[in-house]
């Protein structure tokens, strides 16, 4: 994918209503800073699921941090048709997992990464497997999931609901890539997610508040070079890439402020992201 094929939210500054203004520049959260939020944070104690097509568990970008997993696998002739396989090392099919795990862990290098391997060689997978992931991931005491994947199927729209809202009201933050084209996608429609999408900057820490949602944050996700299958690096594209980057920056608050519920870190990320703190 290229970035002109990308359909991207306006982050300007001009769009940000005076309310956020004021909110920000001498309101009560005026002074929320990064330093306050995530800095010194490591992201130590904190599990983060990656739902994807697996993780390369010895990849150099993941720091040996990779903690084990499952993989999901669609099979017609098991219960419910989904055959669970736990794995203590995981591995990747594609290699678009390893890519978000390696940006979470180099911004949150001793947080805990774990694999829910759900898309297989063509990064295609049945959204039943891919709702599976998700609910192992809350079932198994996720802090953090990141799902840079998505369906536009309305049939499923009840099914994501119901599971996003249960990881929501757990306190499990749930950071979901935007589709990269002009479509409804769940579950990053809901409000109970962080809905992320691309913008073309370098900086890992330097995101930016989208005031007219469903999007709600602009991260990078344009030629950025990432991890990839059998240790290797690309250059890639996608709102796929954003998502991890702002995964990795809510593993950093949840590490540092463990009180704050996903409501309040998405206070927290508006005070500090870019196109606020420059009003």
């Known amino acids: 994918m290229s970035a002109d094929d990308l359909i991207l939210p306006a982050y300007s500054q001009p769009f940000l209503p005076s309310a956020i203004r004021e909110l920000t520049s001498s309101g009560p959260l005026s002074g929320i800073t990064p330093e306050w939020a995530w800095g010194g944070s490591t992201g130590k104690g904190v599990k983060v699921a990656v739902v994807d097509t697996g993780i390369e568990y010895d990849h150099p970008a993941v720091g040996g941090q990779v903690c084990g997993g499952v993989n999901i696998e669609w099979d017609e002739t098991v219960k419910d048709k989904l055959r669970y396989e736990r794995v203590e090392h995981p591995t990747d099919l594609a290699g678009h997992g390893t890519a978000c795990a390696g940006i979470i862990h180099s911004i949150a290098p001793e947080a805990k990464l774990f694999s829910a391997r759900v898309l297989g060689t063509n990064m295609n997978g049945r959204a039943y497997q891919f709702a599976a992931g998700l609910d192992w991931a ?142």
């Open 138 to 279: 809350v079932e198994n005491g996720m802090d953090v999931v990141n799902l840079s994947l998505s369906t536009a199927r309305q049939d499923y729209f009840a099914m994501f609901h119901a599971l996003t809202d249960d990881a929501y009201f757990k306190n499990i933050l749930l950071v979901s890539s935007a589709s990269n084209f002009n479509e409804p996608s769940f579950p990053s429609l809901y409000s109970s997610v962080f809905s992320v999408a691309s913008h073309a900057g370098r900086d890992p820490f330097t995101y930016y508040y989208n005031p007219t949602p469903p999007v709600e944050f602009g991260a990078p996700g344009i030629d950025l070079r990432v991890a990839w299958k059998d240790h290797g690096y690309v250059i890639a594209t996608g709102n796929s890439f954003a998502a991890p980057h702002i995964a990795g920056i809510v593993t950093l608050i949840r590490a540092k402020h463990p009180e704050l519920t996903s409501f309040q870190i998405k206070s927290v990320l508006l005070a500090c992201a870019a196109n606020v703190r420059r009003v």
